[in-house]
């Protein structure tokens, strides 16, 4: 076919909005993920990656570069997150599309191209300073970068990435936060400062401003953990020996302080029914110990008592052979000679009160003891208030005084807050404090209007009506006794299963608000669609057949194409009986052009393949096939009964349409309308002697040998039909 | 609209093998399936194909009109365009055919479809069902909007006759009683008293055959 030039900028994602309020329309999961990753697209070009495998790294890589553009931690989120796969339209029929594991392979291919990725520009503005290098701090530093500022994180500990230091090591490995905080570092061009105490004894702000900063971005986190109390008051004999925080036996361990065996024959109890709980759990089983986790909370996730953590946490806990005590609270901590030796645990009743407010009730007539050594207390995190109340950025009641949508103060111009220390969150959230408060700072230090057009309205896109729902595949983990040491136990996906994976995505969101295929490679700008209006005779097929619910009747005459859901198929091309409409790039002129073309470089025409983009097979070797010619389609539904037709006037002794199986169709209904198509077509044909020329049949989409056993069949077939008319 | 079927193929090329220059002319009125343009090519081509592979060469041109039925449009649209053709291939209803062999009584106008009755479109049966015989005397008003007499295949006008069973007509199971249908809907709408009235036979000569315009 006659060559596209691909145009400036084809391929950049556009913001599509729907409706009078005029609501950014985007698939569920771009709306969830905190950092507006470009989830659709980076799912389309997987699905899409080159069979050859040099392409295919060299295309993994580009991924990577546009993930890393929004999300430099994304190598870590791809250990840690999965907020979208919460709000995939996946998730209530078959299971979420497995983001995270599809980020993985890209984030291990591009970790070992990130120690030499180029750099950003040297920033040349004004400084500003962040303090806290956890998820909020990196990522608010980067993007000043991005923007041209000359960043400084001041850190109090001796290493960066607050808390991600806590996750235990058999979750991600240390080498992958260690790679992409020095590779942030180095690409941002951010100076840091180690043990840069602020607040109580260190540095006030303003002795940072003095230093030149224009504006400054505290994510201090929540480092402090939460004590147990009873009514309101501590719990007493938190001073026992074997009482600790749960946070301290992560950190010790992530620091190499704790010995691999340091609880061999010991007796732990972990408080609290969290995500962090069952960390700690985990890892003190991992040292040794035999773990009993008690929570409030009870074992029904879906009632308002229900426990906390992931359903994956607890499962792979109680694989793990911890003990899982649900519904008993902590009113006492008993000891014996300065030792811990028990906590008495009365049934707990309720959590939370009518108001969703945190009050436990107790039964205190059922009340178990349970005995242990060692008692991690793991229910909560708070701030280190001392630098907020030092600066007076406490409001009443002691809360931080900070602006939702700018994160700026309201009690002190340019400080910004944000992170954990504003609100508790995922590391994904805190991330987007920071890119918020980075966006905040720039119009702060230009002078500019610090709320105009922030707050933005979504509305999810839906699954299309038509859709075909692929079992999830299951996340594979080495079986529990092999695992309790710190090694990763999640199986990474293999690049076949990436690829399978990500065609799972059904691409919800509008096109333009993606754009995967363009950025493939696979054409070279999104088809518009031309409508004649004089010739549409108004008989309705296309908004029929439109299997994107693009189509819609004008009154009193003619119809509409919304571009924001068209998928670019070019059915409605096909069907319509008036020829009235076009699919751009794929115009009836254009294919009878290539069909020409396809003629006349054959010596002895043969075959002629209308082969789908979508199933991502290469161009033949015409030394290995000189008599067949192929012609792409945006999908097997844009070929027409005149084209097939035209090729067959031509000399072409047999048409074959290759699609994507039904299953995998990126349009749902284009492989099975197309079958249907053919067969009344060939069934046509027949009636004239002519049957058997035209064949179709779909191939799993990047599997070579299918599509070379089908076209040998279909070879033979009218090579056949060829022998005997020439008898 | 004029639900219509294509004839085979070889009838087809039977009527037209004589001829070489033929205009092929789609219908873009209420033929249902739509026969424009993109038929008049479908057809065209795979006439030419039935031709080549039997030694004849034919010379088709292909065009449509809005409505074929209208004898003022089909002549203003077609006229400039018959040239030398030999042979007209209609693609319409046989309103179409007819009034094409009136406009051009000259020239053999042959019909490429058989035409079969007035229907409605169920999209998601994926069917064209006869909905109305045209009596001349329409009773929906005051049947729910299902008509016994093209749904009845005895066109009771007063009723469900002995032999529905189980809600469905005795000439087949998986044809709907119509009275039964008539029955539910006006139920559902709190109209059952419109079937007290009694309704006298047919006037068979409402149907007529001629209106003045």
């Known amino acids: 076919m006659s060559e596209l030039v691909p145009q400036e900028d084809s391929a950049r994602v556009e913001e599509v909005s729907r409706g009078a309020e005029g609501k950014v329309y985007l698939a569920p999961c771009q709306i969830a993920c905190p950092l507006g990753e470009d989830i659709q697209r980076s799912h389309a070009m997987l699905a899409l990656l080159p069979l050859d495998p040099e392409e295919a790294a060299r295309q993994i890589i580009k991924i990577g570069d546009e993930i890393y553009e929004k999300n430099p931690l994304f190598p870590v989120c791809s250990y840690i997150c999965g907020l979208c796969e919460r709000q995939c339209n996946y998730r209530d029929e078959t299971g979420a599309v497995r983001r995270r594991m599809l980020v993985r392979l890209v984030a291990d291919r591009y970790l070992k191209y990130l120690d030499t990725a180029p750099t950003l520009p040297t920033p040349d503005k004004e400084k500003v300073a962040v303090i806290g290098s956890g998820p909020g701090g990196l990522m608010c530093a980067y993007e000043l970068s991005k923007r041209g500022y000359r960043v400084t994180i001041l850190e109090r500990s001796r290493e960066l990435g607050g808390a991600l230091r806590l996750i235990p090591r058999y979750r991600i490995p240390r080498g992958v936060i260690d790679s992409v905080i020095s590779s942030l570092l180095r690409i941002a061009h951010i100076e840091v400062r180690l043990g840069a105490e602020i607040g109580g004894v260190g540095k006030r702000l303003d002795d940072i401003k003095k230093e030149g900063y224009q504006a400054i971005f505290l994510a201090t986190g929540t480092p402090v953990g939460r004590l147990l109390t009873i009514d309101g008051k501590p719990v007493d004999n938190v001073d026992l020996e074997g009482v600790t925080f749960g946070l301290n036996l992560l950190y010790e361990v992530n620091q190499g302080i704790a010995s691999p065996r340091f609880y061999r024959s010991k007796k732990v109890i972990v408080v609290g029914g969290g995500n962090v709980a069952f960390d700690v759990a985990r890892t003190a089983r991992r040292l040794g110990g035999e773990v009993t986790l008690v929570c409030l909370e009870n074992e029904d996730r879906s009632s308002r008592n229900g426990i906390p953590a992931d359903e994956d946490e607890v499962e792979g806990a109680t694989q793990e052979g911890i003990r899982v005590v649900y519904s008993r609270g902590v009113v006492e901590i008993i000891g014996e000679s300065g030792k811990f030796r028990k906590i008495k645990c009365p049934r707990c009743t309720s959590v939370f009160d009518e108001d969703g407010g945190f009050n436990p009730r107790f039964d205190h007539d059922d009340v178990v003891y349970l005995d242990g050594d060692v008692l991690l207390v793991t229910i909560g995190q708070e701030q280190d208030r001392t630098v907020y109340e030092q600066e007076g950025l406490l409001g009443e009641g002691g809360k931080l005084e900070v602006d939702e949508i700018t994160l700026m103060s309201n009690l002190k111009e340019g400080v910004f807050i944000g992170g954990d220390v504003r609100r508790i969150g995922f590391a994904a959230e805190a991330m987007w404090d920071g890119l918020n408060a980075a966006e905040s700072i720039d119009r702060y230090i230009r002078g500019e209007n610090l709320t105009a057009g922030r707050k933005k309205e979504y509305q999810d896109a839906p699954v299309l009506s038509n859709a075909y729902y692929k079992p999830q595949p299951p996340l594979v983990w080495v079986p529990a006794e092999e695992r309790l040491n710190f090694e990763p136990f999640e199986e990474a996906f293999t690049l076949e299963q990436v690829v399978e994976e990500a065609r799972r995505c059904l691409c919800c969101g509008p096109c333009k608000s993606c754009k995967g295929c363009v950025a493939a490679g696979l054409q070279p700008v999104l088809p518009g669609i031309t409508y004649d209006e004089e010739l549409c005779i108004n008989c309705g097929d296309c908004a029929y057949y439109c299997p994107c619910d693009a189509i819609s009747f004008r009154s009193p005459h003619g119809v509409s194409f919304d571009m924001t859901l068209c998928r670019g198929c070019g059915l409605c091309a096909a069907v319509c009986p008036a020829m009235a409409i076009e699919l751009e790039n794929w115009e009836r002129a254009r294919i009878s052009g290539a069909i020409t073309e396809a003629v006349s470089e054959m010596k002895r025409p043969g075959i002629l393949v209308f082969l789908c983009q979508w199933t991502v097979l290469p161009h033949l070797d015409k030394k290995i096939n000189p008599n067949v010619g192929i012609i792409d389609v945006p999908c097997a539904a844009r070929v027409e009964g005149i084209h097939i037709l035209e090729a067959l006037q031509q000399g072409f002794g047999g048409i074959l349409i290759i699609a994507c199986p039904e299953e995998d169709c990126h349009r749902q209904t284009g492989s099975r309308e197309a079958q249907r198509s053919i067969e009344a077509l060939d069934n046509r044909l027949s009636q004239i002697g002519l049957q058997d020329r035209v064949g179709f049949c779909t191939v799993t989409p990047r599997h070579q040998e299918e599509f070379d056993r089908e076209l040998e069949r279909f070879n033979r077939k009218i090579e056949s039909i060829g022998s005997k008319e020439s008898r | ?213």
């Open chain 2, 1 to 213: 609209m004029i639900v219509t079927t294509l004839k085979p193929l070889d009838e087809v090329l039977g009527f037209i093998l004589p001829y070489s220059d033929i205009l092929v002319v789609g219908c873009d009125g209420c033929n249902q399936p739509p026969r424009g343009l993109r038929e008049a090519s479908t057809l065209s081509q795979l006439l030419d194909l039935a031709g080549k592979s039997r030694g004849k060469v034919f010379n088709f041109k292909m065009t449509t009109v809005g409505k074929q039925c209208d004898d003022y449009m089909a002549a203003s649209v077609l006229k400039p365009q018959i040239g030398n053709a030999e042979a007209v291939l209609s693609l319409a209803c046989g309103l179409g055919v007819q009034t094409l062999a009136k406009v051009f009584p000259e020239l053999p106008v042959f019909p490429a479809q058989n035409t079969h009755f007035m229907g409605a479109e169920d999209r998601d049966d994926g069917i064209l069902e006869m909905r109305c015989a045209g009596c001349g005397d329409c009773l929906l008003a005051v049947t729910g909007g299902i008509c016994p007499v093209a749904r009845c295949p005895k066109g009771l006008l007063n009723g469900a006759c002995g032999g529905a069973k189980d809600d469905k007509c005795e000439l087949s199971p998986e044809k709907d009683c119509a009275w039964v249908l008539i029955y539910n809907i006006l139920k559902r709408q709190g109209k059952l008293d419109l079937l007290k009235g009694y309704r006298p036979p047919r006037d068979y000569q409402l149907t007529g055959w001629k209106i003045p315009t």
